[in-house]
């Protein structure tokens, strides 16, 4: 019998190769399982490292993203990984496959989008690629020790919270598969969520102040959607959630352009994924100006409100295979 990884699943892939290496990770070291690996740079600080890739067809399409959007993304999508772990980003390393008709304006282009994020450049590698393109981007941050947050750090009692809307990554993406384009009487509002899918900013200054504030527990930036997401936090910290569907920030954009083509917005926002604002749990007594959603309660269930009232439903988020 031959079994086939999608079987297992993205998670279940991850798990078996983590636990194949378990046994070579230095004491002090953090390795799998957290938004970067954490290492030991002095006494008080530490390395973050993280890296992430973009496949052409998987993760973009070539004719649906700019190549300056490209460029800005594949750096943005790992900056929001440093930023998670309530560290600063302070280099990246960018390798990439190209077939050779690409023009030398496309790669100018892809890398006025990447320096725009004014990260040190340290190295990579180039090669050629037959037909796709392939972008792998390691991002390296720095961070004072009691600055780090953990996905495992959650506390029973602690208040959910997210640092910006939800959704409109997942409903660009839509309106770029849909060819929706044409559509002009929402214009702006459509111009909007597709750059919230093409060129999302990492939300590097909030995760800095984020991690400099010792009333945040765990943190994660959101890439597969909170349904998602948010488990990974629960699983870590051995704790269950209740999530306000109710509280959810949607944006303005998002409610029109939904209503427009009869979309679900918290659909979107549960489930779609790549909008790279933080996700964070908070001693229920600080306050934050950020968008409450929900608590961590004891257990291992993820419980979803709509206004007040239990809603059974199966939000998922994304994984690959
Ligand atoms: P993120 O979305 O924050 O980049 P992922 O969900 O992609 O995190 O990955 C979860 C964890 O598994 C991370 O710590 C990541 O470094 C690790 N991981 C993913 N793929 C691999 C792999 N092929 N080998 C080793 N570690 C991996
Ligand atoms: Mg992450």
């Known amino acids: 019998m031959h079994h086939k ?7 279940g892939l991850i798990k078996t190769i983590t636990d194949k290496f378990i046994d070579l990770v230095p004491q002090g070291w953090h390795g799998i399982g957290d938004d970067c690996a954490v290492i030991p740079y002095n006494e008080t600080q530490s390395l973050v490292i993280t ?20 460029g800005y993304k594949s750096l943005a999508v790992n900056i929001s990984d ?3 772990m309530g560290a600063c980003v302070v280099g990246s390393f960018l390798s990439i496959a190209l077939p050779s008709t690409i023009s030398r304006s496309w790669c100018d282009q892809f890398f006025e989008g990447y320096h725009s994020h004014n990260v040190p450049l340290l190295g990579g590698d180039t090669t050629k690629s037959l037909a796709s393109i392939a972008i792998n981007v390691v991002a390296i941050g720095m961070a004072d020790n009691s600055s780090l947050k953990f996905r495992n750090m959650a506390k029973v009692g602690d208040k959910i ?4 809307c939800l959704g409109d990554s997942g409903a660009g993406l839509r309106i770029l598969l849909e060819n929706r384009l044409s559509s002009d009487s929402e214009v702006d509002n459509i111009t909007k969520l597709i750059a919230a899918h093409n060129s999302p900013r990492a ?11 010792h009333s945040v527990h765990a943190m994660m930036d959101v890439s597969d959607g909170i349904a998602s997401d948010l488990r990974h936090i629960m699983k870590s910290s051995e ?13 303005q954009g998002l409610r029109i352009v939904s209503s427009l083509y009869d979309w679900d917005p918290l659909e979107l926002a549960v489930n779609a994924g790549e909008d790279y604002v933080l996700l964070f749990t908070a001693d229920p007594s600080a306050k934050f100006t950020y968008h409450e959603i929900g608590r961590i309660v ?9 206004n007040g009232i239990s809603k059974s439903i199966d939000y998922k988020g994304f994984t690959h295979f």
């Open 161 to 164: 919270y997210v640092t910006g």
């Open 5 to 11: 990884i999608e079987e297992i699943g993205e998670f």
């Open 203 to 213: 939300h590097r200054l909030e995760g800095l102040d984020l991690g400099a504030c």
């Open 298 to 306: 004891d257990g291992d269930q993820l419980m979803w409100l709509e």
């Open 239 to 251: 704790v269950g959630a209740v999530v306000e569907l109710s509280q959810i920030p949607i944006s």
């Open 82 to 84: 440093v930023a998670a």
């Open 51 to 70: 890296t992430d890739m973009l496949i052409e067809g998987v993760h973009f399409l070539r004719d649906k993203i700019s190549p300056r959007d490209l």
